[in-house]
């Protein structure tokens, strides 16, 4: 594979990567079993500001870039792209589902929006344009701090969760079902939409990212 071929694969999967995690999350709201951590919060703070969640994510994202200049880190274009790509395409899927009712479309709409942030998931970190805001924070806090990834991924999710839950986001079936499934399926998809390196170690993923951290937008 070419050069430019590369970098070509490399921005395809990054965009269609972070549209389909907007897309994976507006089907778990859509579902209403319980969101994904930062989705907690995303819902909880749309329902006190009357905004979007879409619109709240891009809010959030940017906030949280923000503390990346007192933790020195540098973003790339993934993320940049993320703050803003992944609202988007929320709103937009949400716009074009109906309100669903019963069980029988909820439940396979939450487990479709789970399996298929796992697949976005793969997508763009395997693209490697850099980490989701949200993830540069835990590894900013893990090189300040010198605590590990572990704790601060914890620390921050679990705060976030308590806040959004206070706020009004959903916490059910569905949160905990994303917490214990996520890691198994995006090292699946990382490995499925894996590009070859320039060089001969071609198995190397997401190298601008850790390694035992599975990285949310």
Same mark, same amino acid.
């Given at each position: 594979?070419?050069?430019?071929?590369?970098?070509?694969?490399?921005?395809?999967?990054?965009?269609?990567?972070?549209? =389909?995690?907007?897309?994976?999350?507006? =089907?778990? %709201?859509? /579902? *209403?079993?319980?969101?994904?951590?930062?989705?907690?919060?995303?819902?909880?703070?749309?329902?006190?500001?009357?905004?979007?969640?879409?619109?709240?994510?891009?809010? %959030?994202?940017?906030?949280?870039?923000?503390?990346?200049?007192? =933790?020195?880190?540098?973003?790339?274009?993934?993320?940049?792209?993320?703050?803003?790509?992944?609202?988007?395409?929320?709103?937009? &899927?949400?716009?074009?589902?109906?309100?669903?009712?019963?069980?029988?479309?909820?439940?396979?709409?939450?487990? /479709? *929006?789970?399996?298929?942030?796992?697949? /976005? &998931?793969?997508?763009?970190?395997?693209?490697?344009?850099?980490?989701?805001?949200?993830?540069?924070?835990?590894?900013? =806090?893990?090189?300040?701090? @010198?605590?590990?990834?572990?704790?601060?991924?914890?620390?921050?999710?679990?705060?976030?969760?308590?806040?959004?839950?206070?706020?009004?986001?959903?916490? @059910? %079936? @569905?949160? %905990?079902?994303?917490?214990?499934?996520?890691?198994?399926?995006?090292?699946?998809?990382?490995?499925?939409?894996?590009?070859?390196?320039?060089?001969?170690?071609?198995?190397?993923?997401?190298?601008?990212?850790?390694?035992?951290?599975?990285?949310?937008?």
């Amino acid at each position: 594979m070419s050069t430019t071929d590369r970098l070509v694969r490399r921005l395809i999967q990054l965009y269609a990567g972070l549209a =389909l995690y907007g897309v994976s999350s507006a =089907l778990l %709201v859509a /579902a *209403g079993l319980g969101l994904e951590p930062w989705g907690v919060l995303h819902q909880g703070l749309a329902k006190l500001t009357g905004l979007t969640i879409g619109v709240v994510s891009i809010v %959030v994202g940017a906030a949280v870039l923000l503390l990346w200049i007192p =933790l020195r880190q540098r973003p790339g274009l993934g993320t940049v792209s993320n703050v803003f790509a992944i609202g988007l395409a929320m709103d937009g &899927t949400l716009a074009l589902i109906p309100d669903p009712r019963s069980l029988a479309v909820r439940i396979p709409l939450m487990l /479709a *929006g789970i399996v298929l942030n796992g697949a /976005a &998931t793969g997508l763009y970190i395997s693209a490697r344009f850099g980490p989701g805001p949200r993830d540069g924070l835990m590894t900013g =806090l893990h090189r300040r701090t @010198g605590r590990s990834i572990r704790l601060a991924r914890t620390t921050i999710e679990v705060a976030v969760v308590v806040t959004g839950f206070l706020l009004g986001g959903t916490i @059910g %079936v @569905g949160t %905990v079902l994303y917490a214990v499934s996520i890691g198994p399926l995006a090292q699946l998809f990382l490995r499925v939409f894996a590009i070859p390196a320039e060089s001969a170690r071609s198995t190397v993923v997401a190298e601008a990212t850790p390694e035992r951290v599975i990285l949310r937008p």
